[in-house]
């Protein structure tokens, strides 16, 4: 059934920043993802680094845990030829009572090309992008509810890779939405590439409130029929520290009712793609057998996850200085 996408409030800023999905044009999804092909090809290669960052700096400041993400950005400099530096919570004055934009400031001093943030807080991103003044580009890994958009168009990108275009598809996202900022971008993005139909899979215990009218979204209770026919499964985790006391009976149950087994993949189209953004909770949202089964593109995901990385840090970074 067509919905109207929510408003889009315009916060991407792209392409100074890339604090979120909302709002970004298509044209520039398109953008960022014609320029990831290009680096997709280059990770094939035996030489796999450019020039195109020499002289510049990116600083990871990342105040949540992160294997992917973190290693991905870091590894997507080092691949442009930037000078890559990581600060993490645990290690920095943060630690030491310094505040969040003391910390941004202080490393902003330092003039780097880009600041890559992850953070617990939601718009945490958002204020260092205004508090700066746009002196250096800021990219958004991922904050509290609110969104992460290099995981969305690494996404779209393995999508497209696989399939050919957005538009018309069938595209199911199933777990923990309320909590998860990946799905919060993914939505923005299948909006802005006009998905045929984005349909959010949960108990009401795990989806934002009035989702389908405030996300523009089909809603389904009954993971067997919000899965029929699906063009591409989206697996989430359930992200127990964002949680406020249990919103599942148990995690046995929780399978039972949602978990993707390989009967639940045949309800999809039988061509259909299986994702997860990581990491994957086996046995409570996936099983095994789907994981690493012949549908799955989780690793592919993350292998283009680098190409997404570098194709966003060369956009935002590589520009003459601002
Ligand atoms: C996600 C995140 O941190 O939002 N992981 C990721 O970056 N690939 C999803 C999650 O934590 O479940």
Redesign the pocket.
Do not use: D, F, I, M
């Given at each position: 059934m067509p919905h109207t996408p929510p408003p889009a409030t315009g916060e991407a800023n792209f392409p100074h920043h890339l604090v979120g999905l909302s709002g970004i044009a298509s044209g520039d999804i398109q953008r960022i993802l014609g320029l990831a092909g290009t680096y997709r090809r280059l990770t094939d290669q035996p030489d796999k680094k450019t020039d195109r960052l020499k002289g510049r700096t990116v600083i990871n400041l990342f105040l949540?845990s992160?294997t992917?993400?973190r290693t991905s950005f870091e590894l997507a400099g080092k691949r442009l030829s930037a000078d890559v530096i990581n600060v993490n919570a645990s290690a920095s004055a943060m630690s030491k009572g310094e505040t969040w934009l003391d910390t941004v400031r202080t490393l902003e001093a330092l003039s780097p090309d880009a600041l890559v943030i992850r953070h617990p807080h939601s718009g945490a991103p958002h204020l260092a992008a205004r508090e700066l003044g746009g002196r250096c580009a800021i990219l958004n890994a991922?904050d509290g509810l609110h969104e992460?958009p290099t995981?969305a168009l690494l996404d779209i990108f393995t999508i497209q890779e696989q399939k050919g275009p957005i538009a018309g598809r069938k595209v199911a996202i199933v777990g923990d939405i309320a909590h998860?900022?990946?799905a919060r971008s993914q939505i923005h993005a299948l909006h802005a590439l006009e998905a045929a139909e984005i349909r959010l899979v949960a108990p009401k215990t795990l989806l934002p409130a009035d989702a389908a009218a405030a996300l523009g979204v089909d809603v389904y209770h009954d993971a067997d029929a919000g899965l029929a026919g699906a063009d591409v499964i989206i697996m989430?985790?359930m992200?127990m520290e964002r949680m406020r006391g249990a919103l599942v009976p148990s995690q046995r149950e929780y399978f039972r009712l949602y978990g993707l087994d390989p009967a639940r993949v045949a309800r999809a189209a039988e061509d259909v793609l299986v994702m997860h953004?990581?990491?994957m909770n086996r046995g409570v949202e996936i099983a095994s057998e789907v994981a690493d089964g012949p549908y799955s593109v989780i690793l592919p995901q993350v292998t283009n996850g680098l190409a997404i990385r570098m194709a966003v840090l060369d956009i935002l970074a590589g520009g003459d200085p601002q």
């Open positions: 949540e992160s992917r993400t991922g992460h995981q998860s900022r990946v989430l985790r992200q953004p990581g990491p």
